[in-house]
């Protein structure tokens, strides 16, 4: 009879560590998800910030020829092209900030953590 029990009990502690298993097989599998979904927010962003970077360096080149080609010499040159530089910049900082709201892209679809 102790021979059956102790092999019962075997069976127990075995499917009780199997149990145990299991659960930890699913949570690195739910962790592993997260982390490539993650990967590929990440990577959508830095896309995204290389197209937005690619686009304002068209436009600073576009406001850099346009200036030169108005400009009577240097030192009006350098002022106009300041001058769009910098409203250039300050409608970059109202675009982000709005972004940086509940209405911008990146909050309408944050990753799952």
Known sequence: MAVSFDIVTIAVELHTAFQRLAFQANEQTRTIASLFEQDQWMRLLNGELGHRIKNLLTIVGAFAAQTLHQ???LTSANNA???RLSALGKATDFL???ECGCDGPAARHPPAM
């Open 71 to 73: 400009a009577c010499n």
């Open 81 to 83: 092209l300041a001058v």
């Open 96 to 98: 982000t900030a709005s």
